[in-house]
């Protein structure tokens, strides 16, 4: 694969809003124009998605009555979207912080992850909480979520 291949591929993993959820990861599909960038400046750009929910996300996500994503896994109509370019900053789905193989790259300082936006944060916090570390920094902040269990080896987490 060519490093402008990676490069589009890498491209492909987005987070797309979600009136119930906030932010939900994604893969493109296919967009509206030609071009195989995922940004453009036409109004009525839409780019079709197909939600890549964690592995996890039925036993460790909070499901409010009216989510449709509680069961989704086997039904792939809901999982796929069309969004509006229109409805995102600068025409821009924010870009997902993944490795080579597309696995989330989760960082224990936020300040090193190439992509910063609301989701990517969100998205790196929920990550840390699920592997049991309650810290994160952002730089010289620290952000602690709570674990709701007892920690005996918090000191050796900050070091």
């Known amino acids: 694969m060519s490093s402008e291949q990676s490069k589009l591929e890498h491209r492909k993993h987005v987070f797309v809003?979600?009136?119930?959820y906030?932010?939900?990861?994604?893969?493109?599909?296919?967009?509206?124009?030609d071009s195989s960038s995922i940004a453009h400046d036409d109004a009525?750009?839409?780019?079709?998605v197909r939600l890549?929910?964690?592995?996890d996300w039925k036993e460790s996500t909070y499901h409010p009555p009216r989510s449709t994503l509680a069961t989704s896994s086997s039904n792939n109509d809901l999982l796929m979207r069309t969004v509006k370019l229109k409805d995102y900053p600068d025409f821009h789905l924010p870009l997902q912080n993944v490795d080579a193989h597309g696995f989330l790259d989760e960082q224990a300082d936020i300040g090193n992850m190439k992509y910063v936006h609301e989701a990517s944060v969100l998205y790196n916090l929920r990550e840390r909480h699920k592997k049991g570390l309650p810290y994160t920094r952002v730089g010289k902040i620290v952000v602690a979520i709570n674990p709701y269990e007892v920690r005996n080896n918090l000191d050796s987490e900050l070091a």
């Open 17 to 20: 809003h979600d009136k119930v």
């Open 22 to 33: 906030s932010w939900l990861p994604a893969t493109v599909i296919s967009t509206s124009s």
């Open 44 to 48: 009525t750009a839409t780019v079709t």
């Open 52 to 55: 890549a929910l964690p592995s």
